[in-house]
């Protein structure tokens, strides 16, 4: 550990998400977001998402440039491999979540980050999705997330670090607990 | 609907996936998969994720490329846009699983598909992840599905293809029930 007189600066700007979240209490109606994607087939496995456009603050949002997604299964599944398949898309929303957490929590609590990665692990017995035997689930058995992290605080307050954006999470909410999905043909 | 001569061709090659499903069936220890990812952070709330290498069929294997990914926050969050943030991905990941299935389903039915679009919507109040209140979720509250398909056949035939595959999605599973998720700082 060194010391330092520079102040902590992980990029986040913790004052603004403070002010955030002052504003939204006093206006909780601000606070309800609709987050969006579209997907078109484009052959076999492959398709390509989109990312452009959200509600939120009461007012539809866009991002500075539309964000896409190429998404396929592998040649071992007979497949062409034109992208990451989406199982793995949704380890990567996993640990974006999470990584961003630790980026937050440890600015909150004036930590200088150095260097954080995090290795994801999904196991999956593919009987499932093959439907060779119902007692097996289609997704993941499980998902192990390992950190290294280099930042000026002790181990301790770095395992505390991550266990708070463990609890702030929204993926890892959405992946822990279940979550309603209805889908519709038009 | 036209009469066609031509075989039903949507990409999929679902003889190799009928295989596959009868070795596997014959050495289920070939069935358990590991899928991976690794994030870096980069500033703020900015990572990126890389996809790479995974395990099934019993041995280490890699995809034909390297998968990049940037995540971020938007800027209303005081962030630097440089990605989707992880929710949406998460979008993405549940999107593109579906939409193989579709894919994969309709050319297991003999169905030729003209053409597949989805459109996801997430809704999240964000009072959740912002600490303000307790009872609301981090994750989504719900997410809608919608999609739109071009195909050979009537439309109860195209609202079975959607269900069998929604019956048979690794993500739409890992969205609906509960997954185990285990961090460690190392």
């Known amino acids: 550990m060194t010391t330092t007189d520079t102040p902590v600066d992980n990029g986040v700007n913790v004052a ?6 002052e504003a939204l209490t006093a206006a909780p109606e601000a ?7 579209n997907c078109v087939w ?7 998402s989109t990312i452009e ?21 592998p040649e ?7 992208g990451a ?14 990584t961003a957490g630790v980026a937050a929590v440890a600015q909150n609590r004036e ?10 692990e ?12 119902s007692d097996v689930r289609n997704g993941f058995s499980g998902i192990k997330v390992t950190y290294d992290i280099d930042a000026d605080a002790s181990a301790d307050e770095i395992k505390a670090i991550v266990a708070q954006s463990q609890k702030r999470s929204a993926v890892y909410d959405i992946i822990t607990n279940p979550t309603n999905v209805t889908v519709e043909v038009r």
């Open 76 to 82: 071992i599944f007979a497949s062409e491999d034109h």
């Open 122 to 133: 999904g196991d999956m017995d593919i009987q499932g999705i093959l439907g060779i035997d």
């Open 31 to 37: 606070a309800q977001f609709q987050w969006r994607a």
């Open 111 to 120: 930590i200088q980050l150095r260097s954080v990665s995090a290795t994801l």
């Open 53 to 73: 456009r959200f509600f939120g603050l009461g007012g539809e949002q866009q991002h500075k440039t539309t964000f896409s997604f190429d998404a396929d299964h």
């Open 16 to 21: 603004a998400l403070l002010e955030a979240r």
């Open 42 to 48: 484009e052959h076999g496995t492959h398709s390509r």
């Open 85 to 98: 398949t989406p199982v793995e898309i949704v380890l990567v929303g996993l640990a974006s979540c999470l």
